[in-house]
């Protein structure tokens, strides 16, 4: 499975973004899609999941309520529509598959990953 992120770019706080993974070589089907972040200096953390079959969605505490996970199974791709935006929301997020319908919050539990698209917020 190749991962194709997208969507990024700068935006000022309280604005929102919306950001795609495209998969290719196969379908999404019976596996978990998530969405990581990693800020400067910080650790990859979880930001949200989604199952493909059952479309189960899944929060971090510090994006539940202003970020959506969301699929379309017709074009094989998963969004997180980013809303209210906060400057610590900067970071690159990268899109992640695990070969699970299980998901999980634990970065090593995936197994493909996309490249990473950049969110700049600023103040």
């Known amino acids: 499975v190749q991962l194709q992120a997208s969507g990024g770019g700068l935006v000022q706080a309280g604005g929102s973004l919306r950001l795609s993974c495209a998969a290719s070589?196969?379908?999404?089907?019976?596996?978990?899609i998530g969405w990581f972040r990693q800020a400067p200096g910080k650790e990859r953390e979880f930001v949200a999941a989604i199952t493909w079959s059952g479309g189960s969605t899944y929060y971090a505490d510090s994006v539940k309520g202003r970020f959506t996970i969301s699929r379309d199974n017709a074009k094989n791709t998963v969004y997180l529509h980013m809303n209210s935006l906060k400057p610590e929301d900067t970071a690159v997020y990268y899109c992640?598959?695990?070969?699970?319908?299980?998901?999980?919050?634990?970065?090593?539990?995936?197994?493909?990953w996309g490249q990473g698209t950049l969110v700049t917020v600023s103040s």
């Open positions: 070589g196969r379908t999404f089907s019976g596996y978990t």
């Open positions: 992640a598959v695990r070969r699970v319908f299980i998901p999980t919050m634990d970065k090593s539990d995936y197994d493909y």
